[in-house]
């Protein structure tokens, strides 16, 4: 069974303007995504800034309100819980994100930054208790017991995006959305922190829905890929078949884009939106014509018009 | 003749945690028609290296401590008077930035931006300058120019920015153009259509690039040649093609082999431990030896490394151990 699973969710925001602030559209960010994540695998989400990648994950987790559709998560539907409902919820799910210099609050001190959730799901008994286990999570993530003491600005880019892993995992939680996790950091940073994401899904048998707009990252990384474009969920095959065999001619235009240090592996250029037309009729006709998923090979799918 | 021949430029920023040694004997050498990448992470002195060539680091805190850019043969950049700089800055070299978002103005139509150049450079009437401003825009693929060059930034997306950007700088014809991580904030596909671009005026014009970015893979696509940047100096400095097949330099070798590929399906990434050295406290020695996999006893110890020239005499690294990969790191 899934240990998470979306069916035809949505996101839609209203577009105001007037004295009355009346809603004159929709912007639809998230347009009927289904999806579903295995336990203990990695699936990543990759598209272009404003596909709504970020929105879809935060939706997942409730951080906005899905406008319509289902989350499920270890079977259960929450989508329709209370605060108090989502509570035992919010410890199994945790995020990271993009930013690690706007997501830790610069006037706490590492050490409360990474026990502010265990006094939240009160997991400590005590004091000395809580001290060993912010201990413990520096050391998982490659830092060390006295770095409790310091604030944020005194450490890297890397090192930043390393105590908000340590603020993820402090509840144990199953399911990690990294919302673009290494995307902000120098290339000889990245690797290290891909490496780390990969050991501790290892050791703690952790799930990843993991969004990022670079495509190498998203393939090393991933076990299953998700391509999305305006809202809907495009493609959607194992890693390697989508970059060997890609079938949406956006997914094939994402690819051929990617610039390569090999000459020889370049792809030839696909351009997308095909010639003659834009961006917001490709948009149009995505959200207008009657689209289906097909699968076009086993566990290989794509979204495809309705003849 | 090169266009640029740039001769140990040191760049320092005397600052009140102390001096920022921000570049450090930085040489090298761009031809007409040629597009050098300086590759580096943040920190590095790429982006300084550039930013004192178009004599635009402010001085104080910084100062060129020493060295020369010769442009064309005659002019020394780096101590030329602003009034010489001005008549040469827009004109004869123009820079693109890394954000599109912010380098625009937002208050002024993307006509005033566009042709700002020309009515400063050249004895030109507005509308002769419009045409023109038309033109540029239409040869960086702007849809509807004549109409669109009345807009302002807000009205166009990130992509049709950096063309507008590009349109900007390359209305004077000039013979040098800077571009400052010029798709970093750009999407992939945008990216290669601005990478097309680029590549299609090279051939076009012969103008020369000099090309900062982080990205190695868009050396590949555009690059000549490549200067590798670390902790303010050059590491490794070879023709684009060599070194990426080959590097040689442990710090670039450990670049290369940190970047994904895609398609390769590698269990784990060999990343290069530790993180980049905060320019105002650099390591004795060798400034890479405290992430090294090769650094021996000597390598923390000054005098640092020089660049030497490897492989005949076609590139030029900065580590004594460049021909022993087979060497393990000695110290602690």
Known sequence: ?307 | MPLLTVTNLTVYFHTRNGVVRAAEDVSFEIEKGETLAIVGESGSGKSVTCYSLMGLVPQPPGRIESGSAIFDGKIDLLKCPPQELNRIRGKRMAMIFQDPMTSLNPYLRIEDQVIEPLMIHEDIDRRDAVRRGIHALEEVGVPDAARRIRSYPHEFSGGMRQRVMIAMALITQPELLIADEPTTALDVTIQAQILDLLKDLKKKTRMSILLITHNLGIVGDLADKVAVMYAGRIVEQAPAAVLLKKPLHPYTIGLMRSIPKLGAHAERLQSIPGTVPDAARLPVGCKFHARCDRAQGDCTLDPEPKLVEADGSTRRVRCPYWDKPELKRTIP
């Open chain 1, 1 to 307: 069974m899934s240990l998470v699973e979306v069916n035809e969710l949505k996101a839609h925001f209203p577009v105001r303007a007037g004295v009355l602030q009346r809603p004159i559209g929709w912007v639809r960010a998230v347009d009927g995504v289904s999806l579903a994540v295995n336990e203990g695998e990695t699936v990543g989400l990759v598209g272009e800034s404003g596909c709504g990648k970020t929105t879809l994950g935060r939706t997942m987790l409730r951080l906005i309100e899905p406008t319509a559709g289902e989350i499920r998560f270890d079977g259960q539907d929450i989508t329709q819980l209370d605060r108090a409902g989502m509570k035992p919820f919010r410890r199994k799910a945790q995020m990271i994100f993009q930013d690690p210099y706007g997501s830790l609050n610069p006037r706490m001190t590492i050490g409360n930054i990474i026990a502010e959730p265990l006094r939240i799901h009160k997991l400590c008994a005590n004091k000395n208790g809580e001290r060993e286990r912010v201990a413990e999570l520096l050391r998982s993530v490659g830092l060390s017991p006295e770095h409790a003491r310091r604030y944020p600005h005194e450490f890297s880019g890397g090192q930043r995006q390393r105590i908000g892993i340590a603020r993820a995992l402090a509840v144990e939680p199953k399911f990690i959305i990294c919302d673009e996790p290494v995307s902000a950091l120098d290339v000889s940073v990245q690797a290290q922190i891909i490496n780390l994401l990969q050991e501790l899904q290892e050791k703690l048998t952790l799930t990843y829905l993991f969004i990022a707009h670079d495509l190498a990252v998203v393939e090393h990384i991933s076990d299953r890929v998700l391509v999305m474009y305006y809202g809907k969920i495009v493609e959607e095959a194992s890693a390697e078949d989508i970059y060997r065999d890609p079938v949406h001619p956006y997914t094939k235009a994402l690819l051929s884009a990617v610039p390569t240090v090999e000459p020889s592996e370049k792809r030839p250029r696909i351009i997308w939106p095909p010639l003659g037309t834009t961006a917001e009729q490709a948009r149009a006709s995505l959200q207008q014509k009657k689209l289906e998923r097909r699968e076009v090979r086993s566990n290989h799918w794509v979204l495809e018009e309705v003849a």
